[in-house]
């Protein structure tokens, strides 16, 4: 009865699981709401954690190829796969927090 386990165990860590997934979860947005809560409300702090939110980390381009032996098709399609990389759609789930501190800072 190598692979037997106690009846229940697989709820209870079902359970735990969930539990730590929705504290991680409070946690992540209290931390979020004390930096949104520090900021000055002038356009150089808005603009200084806009930039930092909407920051995307540069892909590094097929230049790392740069002494390798490629064909000329290797390099177009490492050049392709380069740009689309580099060229997706932005997907921030912080971005419509972000517009509501400028909105309101531009109400203000």
Known sequence: ??????PGLGAEANRLHRSIT??????RNDQWSTTLESIYHDEQSLWGMTKQVMRIPTPSS???????????????EA????????????????????IE???VARRS
């Not at 097929?62 to 177009?76: C, F, M, Q, R, T």
């Open 62 to 76: 097929p230049g790392h190829l740069v002494g390798i032996d490629l064909s000329g098709s290797e390099k177009a």
């Open 101 to 103: 501190v400028v909105d």
């Open 22 to 27: 929705r504290q991680l979860k409070e946690w």
């Open 1 to 6: 009865m190598a692979g037997h386990q106690r």
């Open 79 to 98: 050049l392709g796969n380069s740009l689309e990389t580099q060229f997706q759609p932005m997907t921030f789930s912080s971005v419509p927090a972000v």
